[in-house]
RNA sequence: GCUGAAGUGGUGGAAUUGGUAGACACGUUGGACUUAAAAUCCAAUGAGCUGUAAGGCUCGUACGGGUUCAAGUCCCGUCUUCAGUACCA
């Protein structure tokens, strides 16, 4: 009987979803797993063999847990929002719901057709109202709260309009914008309704507010910083710009300390936590506050003489505060136009306009040119109180710190550049040095460890750490500075100019956001016409005819209706992608839920994700978004747990091997590979299907492949065209895309999935070469056979012990022992070949025991779950074999009465000998030295040294 | 520049606390079966030298050193590749 793995992948698949196999159940006398992959974003292009391999990792996983007695949940959803489906619906009209529809069915089936162990009663879409209904209500909850510094945790807005009642501001601490103003609690008594929600704005965890933000003109939308990768957009590699605009964001900025202390609690990689903490970015230091000097010379204006400006700086280095030579400011900063004198006028304004103009990216690419210019302004050294000049340089970022840097040439680079470039130039006096006995004329002195500092006054001879603590206190004691940690990490821009998002639960009146009240969500997406931006530059919602807010009714409204009185505009931009899927893990827990995102009781039982799959490019985005977001609703109390993610393990990409035909310039002729080098050629990919596995084309079928070939020549070496290969991304452009539905077709689902294994280890990224898939195609068919020896090919095994095949119970339990080690240690491709090193041994054994055979299979079932099913079912079982017990390992078996010692001389291993394991290390070197061959290596001398490890090895000296 | 990961046959990759480098596959070569092909099975396969043969010897885990009876594995230095990040004060 043959092995028709179609007709028993088929029967399987239809087995589970018929008997709800893989439904998990809220509640358990098991114990819980929680098994997550990061759910797709279904887009047009349906799967290629790179996505599956961290669903089969993760299915593995999933059936192995549930091998062991867990009561194991194992969801798949949807990411279903996104740009492309939108610009897609941009160009044809679709409505990008149908296009999400359509591709959301062909994911299902490909995901089907692998035979994944998912709970598809679960399944999560965030583009469904069912599902964003809640996404909108978390995004109320973060209006609704602030964050306060003294608990370290969020609270209810409305406790802190109690306290602005009762106290003021004064005693509030709490993370907020940097221009709030102080209030008394008469202040605030007397303030208007519309003035109270502007000072709340400032304390709010999302808030609207004016800032510089990325604007990607060709997707008419801005980006966060996370979507920018090299200066453009991630999604089309556009150009983007900073542009100030109203937007909505998130104060993930309260949360930064806690994201980064809580990476010490979780166990992800570590490059993967360095990643989060270099975007969180933590530096410690001090505020320093410049008088400007009022000697001001040459500016005539009065109000400016009085109004003497401070410019307040950050450093990690209030220990090198003497060595300040001069301070630069970032060319945007606001005092530069108060700062500056009429004779340095024309060439800062100069400066200034040259620097806008240039973009971000040219002033990424650009970071060796030095460029600045003197504003002709002095401030006032805090100490000392000498003049230090005011510089601008576009080395100094007005988005990072204070957008001003007190510059210390003698311990930094990059001011240690600055300074040299402009010596003697007016303006720029001679650097000043602050290291004992070092010199500094060829570079910055910034080994902050060893430097004894000196021309510091009070800082005299401190070493760093009591040096810094001093500048601080001192700082202090002036009134000019104070300790302070400075983050990396900026507010996330939260909307989107874009149609295919969630609509935020926003109405306005009299231009202040109002939240929708929760028992009126979902806010659905309104229908319109066309998916671009309106005429006036308005957000795609601005298109509806119907997007008003009735207050009275609770409804949305046609526009016509608003009057200001009861019915009000709603908000016209959407959510970003990561909305949806900074909390859709909880979801999963109880996703029919309409009361709640989730029950209390689901919450508390499954926690959070025990095991989470998915790839890298999410290091810096969804995983910290979501991380936030559970953080927040940790101290909403809403759910029990503030980290999502216990466990994550990033897969590798799969990349594609492409074909590469070699076209001699200017002709229609193409030569095989090895001849290339005799001609001027040009390269062309072509379609790798057509490839055979020793790199052969098939001629015929590129032909017929493009009509450009149909009439191309090809020289030939030995009878064959042979083609070029190259690895890289898999993608259409290179046609280098390998399907898994044609996979599954040809050679089944546990091919594919032991095939994915087997490239490698799950973290690395690895070429996919389809070449290779015969080897464990044949190892599934060697395993079909060992279970089919009867006659004709009848199934068969024979009834006996394991005491009757001491052979066979040695390979089962090497293999339990090993199959169990490497699924712990997420080695999957190792427990591949120790499969087929077990069926390569019974099967030379002729062992056909059931003590044996049967358990293989359970071992087996997590990584070729058909096969597994359809052999247990032949062994007479009529249940699913997806929740038996693992087999125990049991090392009675593997207890070996005999070692093949090598036997080594100087290191070098001569011969072997089988010895007895009871053997003490004196009897064996006895042994060993009575070997013929021993005193043939030895040619008469006597060893200096024997070294004898027992059960590994035998090793003379001499 | 900084941070992280990694360099092993023709290819993908194995190798526990340092203890027989190259498991398991692919590919290649030879053979069996077949009218033939496919499929299947058997054998060989790191490089080189040597022997009629059984066998023996040398080299070999990016490169150069070191520690050790013993190093792919540990230490120091160098190079290369990949990923992330970047005037972060």
């Known amino acids: 009987m043959n092995y028709d793995f179609n007709a028993i992948e088929a029967r399987w698949q239809q087995y589970w979803a018929d008997n709800e196999i893989f439904i998990a159940q809220n509640n358990s006398d098991k114990p819980k797993y929680y098994v997550l992959d990061m759910f797709p974003y279904p887009s047009g292009a349906g799967l290629h063999v790179g996505h599956p391999l961290g669903y089969i990792a993760s299915d593995i996983y999933a059936r192995y847990k549930r091998h062991q007695g867990y009561n194991v949940l194992h969801p798949q959803g949807y990411d279903s929002f996104g740009l492309p489906a939108e610009q897609y619906a941009i160009q044809t009209g679709q409505h990008p719901a149908v296009t999400t529809q359509e591709n959301i069915a062909r994911y299902r089936q490909q995901l089907d057709t692998i035979g994944f162990s998912f709970d598809w009663s679960r399944e999560v879409r965030t583009s469904n109202a069912a599902y964003y209904k809640w996404t909108q209500w978390i995004f109320i909850q973060l209006f609704e709260s602030w964050y306060d510094i003294a608990a370290d945790k969020a609270k209810s807005i409305a406790a802190l309009e109690t306290i602005f009642a009762a106290d003021g501001n004064a005693s509030v601490r709490a993370v907020c914008d940097e221009d709030c103003i102080s209030f008394t609690a008469s202040e605030w008594a007397s303030f208007s309704a519309t003035r109270k929600q502007q000072v709340l704005l400032h304390y709010r965890l999302t808030y609207l507010a004016e800032t510089e933000v990325n604007w990607c003109p060709e997707l008419g939308t801005v980006l966060a910083n996370d979507e920018i990768v090299n200066g453009v957009s ?377 095991l989470y799959i998915g790839g890298n490019e999410h290091a810096t985005g969804h995983l910290l978004y979501s991380r936030f977001w559970t953080k927040f609703l940790y101290d909403m109390e809403c759910i029990p747990v503030d980290e999502p993610f216990k466990k994550l393990i990033n897969q590798g990409m799969i990349l594609g091997t492409s074909a590469i035909i070699y076209r001699i310039s200017g002709t229609n002729t193409y030569v095989s590979k090895g001849l290339k080098s005799a001609h001027d050629i040009e390269e062309l990919r072509v379609d790798v299907n057509l490839i055979t596995a020793s790199d052969e084309l098939d001629v015929a079928g590129l032909k017929a492949w493009q009509p450009q070939f149909a009439t191309a020549e090809f020289i030939l070496e030995d009878g064959k065209y042979v083609v070029g290969r190259a690895v890289e991304k898999m993608s259409k452009r290179w046609y280098n895309v390998v399907n898994p539905d044609t996979i599954c077709e040809n050679y089944g689902a546990d091919t594919l999935r032991l095939y994915e294994m087997f490239l490698g280890p799950l973290e690395q990224a690895k070429p996919w070469n389809t070449a290779g898939i015969t080897g464990v195609h044949n190892f599934l068919k060697k395993l079909w056979k060992l279970y089919h020896s009867g006659d004709q090919g009848a199934f068969y095994v024979s009834d006996v012990g394991l005491s009757e095949v001491p052979e066979g119970a040695k390979t089962l339990h090497k293999t339990i022992k090993k199959v169990q080690e490497d699924i712990e240690n997420f080695s999957f491709n190792t427990s591949v070949s120790v499969f087929m090193i077990a069926v390569n041994e019974l099967t030379a054994q002729k062992c056909y025991a059931k003590d044996v055979l049967e358990p293989l299979l359970v071992l087996l079932s997590p990584y070729a779950p058909h096969i597994a099913e359809e052999l247990w079912s032949k062994l007479g079982h009529t249940t699913s074999i997806s929740t038996v017990a693992f087999p125990t390992f049991d090392a009675s078996y593997l207890v070996e009465s005999t070692k093949e010692y090598p036997i080594s001389f100087n290191g070098k291993r001569r011969f072997t000998m089988e010895l007895s394991l009871d053997l003490s290390k004196e009897e064996i070197e006895a042994a060993v030295m009575a070997h013929e061959k021993t005193q043939e290596q030895l040619a008469g001398r006597t060893p200096k040294k024997v070294i004898i490890v027992p059960g590994k090895i035998v090793n003379l000296v001499g």
């Open 234 to 610: 991630e999604r089309g590699g556009y150009a983007v710009v900073r542009k100030k605009m109203t937007q909505w964001s998130m104060r993930i900025s309260a949360y930064a300390e806690r994201l980064l202390q809580g990476l010490d609690g979780i166990d992800w990689t570590d490059s993967l936590k360095d990643s989060q903490r270099n975007w969180i970015g933590k530096s410690v230091g001090a505020t320093v506050t410049f008088k400007v000097s009022s000697t001001i010379f040459g500016d005539p204006k009065p109000e400016t003489q009085n109004l003497k400006p401070n410019i307040g700086v950050f450093t990690t280095r209030p220990d090198t505060i003497f060595g300040v030579t001069f301070m630069t400011l970032a060319p945007e900063h606001e005092l530069v136009s108060k700062i500056t004198t009429p004779a340095q006028k024309e060439a800062v304004q100069a400066y200034i306009d040259a620097t806008a103009k240039r973009s971000e990216r040219e002033r990424m690419a650009d970071v060796k040119t030095i460029s600045g210019v003197f504003t002709g302004g002095y401030a006032e050294h805090p100490f000392t109180k000498e003049p230090v000049p005011i510089w601008i340089g576009d080395y100094v970022l007005a988005s990072y710190g204070t957008g001003a840097v007190m510059a210390v040439p003698c311990g930094d680079q990059r001011d240690y550049d600055f300074a040299t470039y402009f010596r003697g130039k007016e303006g720029m006096p001679a650097i000043k040095n602050i290291f004992k006995d070092v010199d500094i004329s060829e570079g910055a002195y910034a080994d902050k460890g060893k430097a004894v500092i000196t021309n510091s006054d009070f800082l005299n001879d401190l070493p760093y750490k009591k040096a810094t603590k001093t500048a601080i206190y001192e700082l202090e004691k002036l009134g000019q500075g104070e300790g302070k940690t400075n983050y990396r990490l900026r507010d996330a821009v939260f909307s989107r100019q874009r149609y295919w998002g969630e609509p935020f639960p926003v109405y306005y009146v009299d231009g202040m956001p109002q939240m929708i009240a929760a028992e009126h969500l979902p806010i659905a997406l309104p229908e319109v016409e066309k998916y671009l931006p309106t005429e006036t530059g308005e957000p795609p919602l601005g298109r509806a005819d119907a997007w008003a807010w009735d207050t009275a009714e609770h409804k949305v409204v046609a526009n016509t209706l608003i009057d200001d009185a009861t019915v009000f505009p709603l908000e016209l931009n959407t959510m970003p992608g990561w909305a949806g899927s900074s909390w859709y893990l909880f979801r999963y827990m109880d996703a029919q839920n309409t009361d709640a995102f989730a029950s209390k009781e689901a919450l508390e039982y499954w926690q959070n994700v025990d």
